[in-house]
């Protein structure tokens, strides 16, 4: 149960903190739904005026019961569905069953308590008068047939209006009865209309369902006696130990759900099952297996509802979010280096020119980084990471689960970006050293089709396998590494862009795969080993046909780009068929740019000389190295971009000519 008591424990010590007073957490007995209308009632309960709101995220009170409904009768206190909250539902022909009497009885119970609110009670009023629907067809927020009846589609030739652009379709049609209403109620000298914002209502419900639920009617607390003695358990009902305060409370028998949005079903905790195989015979009843307390699994809950929403790593319905129980900031772990420093937004650092920077400029700013990080964060605050995920809709699972303390989870992350960094190209908009996040390996590796609903699977399996590597410090599979090192050589299947940011992410995962090798991010003259060699030789035949089709204005791929497969395959072969494909281009510069063509013949005769032995005469497979001696030779003779090198070429030629 350690999850739970340190989001209990975050929930504690961050609800009502200022600093998160934009996003707050949210109170005990209340669940956050999308509202549909909006209703203004005056203080008496009479109605003023109501309007369309579009699928609002707004916080209402709840029963526990209510909080994890998925269908049947289970009102929320106040604000509620049509189908709830309109006794006259019916009447206009819902197709729904009408769950009013439950929902004015609790209202009821409320509202002639001594928790009740005055707010609540001008909504007693209100929808006892029974004209619910009858007003808000009036005021054109449902809308009816000529029978009367509320339609379920619209087929007018006139604009859909907003409340069937909002209600979620079922077989092709819309119930009306599913719209949420909230409240306002003008209140003299209530500066605060809106039910949803007022603290003090917020303060009577917690209080009255309090109350409610340590002070159940006889028949209620019956029916659990019976129940329990069935089971053979005969003690108080709803009173026990919790597993986590350690304390005897008020226990739960439902625990929340809608965890990562306003409509996902799926719980942590259910044990709702007493027929199929929850307890598989082991136990008695679901408390025997664990007992957790009322009020503790509302804050661990909602704790873990607030953190999703404002931090969480996303990949369809898998959520990863990583946390400190003190609240305070923590570096985004599954973001790439230029989202964690921010440099998407800075046109300075969006397209560096490369000069032979070799990682230095970005090892200090990482090293900057993490100080002022450490400088806030102390060295024995409790880290939490948590991956949740949901084979169906009803139940979810915790897939990764760890608890660091600050310089851990710092030093995991420093490491993490210090080992998979390489020059990251992606798009004329973005280029930047560093790391590729989690979503960028798992597309290099697999392609686009990871990223469709269709590759949702796939794609969460690969974050998945990521994430002991960035927080446990452990190798990267393999077979990533390899199958981004194979699609990458396979450079006349992928478009030019994919192509670019493939190159930079197949780079850092071979670089950070092999820290026995101490690549650079810059060209190693001195490093001989046989695949970085053959590396910068395809660099160097990509240059030399690259500038000579520009200077033709020819735009196509050059040879070396078109056999980069069969090079990386075969790469002795494979280099005679490209060294002797460059002749006519070398006769073009030959006349155009003689001194660059010089430059590149001794550039090839000296990387040939530094083969040892019978290397270069293999034709064993390159392995991913051969990339990083591609790329560094690439960007050694691209100091500047290929316009202006073109430009002054062509520039000397004419001053020669002259």
Known sequence: MSWIQKLHETYERCYDAPQFSNHPLLPISHAIQQAHIEVTLDHKGNFRRAKIVQKVETILPATEKSAARTSGEAPHPLCDKVQYCASDYPKHGGKKKSYYPGYAKQLTSWSESSFSHPKARAVLEYVRKGSVVADLVREKVLHVGDDKFLLTAWKSDLSTPDIFKYLTAKEGERDQGDALIRWRVEMPADPIPETWEDKSLREAWIAFDAYQSQHQDDDTASRNTVSRLKRGKDHKPQQGLCMVTGKTMLLATNHPKRLRHGGDGAKLISSNDTDGYTFRGRFLGADEACSVGFEVTQKAHSALRWLIARQAFRSGDQAVVAWAVSGKSLPDPFANSAQMFGLELEEEDAAPVYQGDAGQAFAVRLKRYIA???????????????????????????????????????????????????????????????????????????????????????????????????????????????????????????????????????????????????????????????????????????????????????????????????????????????????????????????????????LIDGIVCAFNGQDFMSETRLSGEFLLGYHCQRQALWPKSESTQAAEITENQTNQGA
């Open 372 to 602: 002022g990080y450490r400088a806030r964060l102390g060295s024995t605050d409790e880290i939490v990471v948590m991956a949740l995920d949901s084979a169906t809709p009803g139940r979810m699972a915790i897939i990764y689960y760890r608890e660091l303390t600050g310089s851990e989870f710092l030093e995991r992350i420093q490491l993490w970006h210090e080992s998979y960094a390489w020059h990251q190209n992606f798009g004329k908009d973005l280029k930047f050293v560093g790391v590729p996040s989690p979503r960028d390996i798992a597309t290099a590796a697999y392609g686009r089709q990871v990223e469709g609903k269709s590759g949702e699977k796939l794609r969460k399996a690969t974050v998945e396998r990521l994430l002991p590597c960035i927080i446990d410090g452990r190798p990267i599979p393999r077979d990533l590494v390899e199958s981004t090192v194979r699609r990458t050589a396979n450079r006349p299947g992928l478009e030019k862009w994919e192509w670019e940011k493939n190159l930079g992410i197949a780079c850092a995962l071979f670089r950070g795969d092999h820290k026995e090798g101490n690549y650079k991010m810059a060209l190693e003259l001195d490093r001989t080993s046989r695949d970085y060699l053959f590396g910068r030789l395809l660099a160097v035949a990509d240059r030399i046909e690259g500038l000579a089709l520009h200077l033709a204005d020819e735009k196509r791929d050059t040879n070396a780009a078109k056999l980069m497969q069969r090079f990386a395959d075969h790469p002795y072969s494979t280099w005679r068929t490209i060294e002797l494909s460059l002749a006519p281009y070398k006769a073009r510069l030959r006349a155009r740019s003689p001194g660059f063509l010089v430059n590149m013949e001794k």
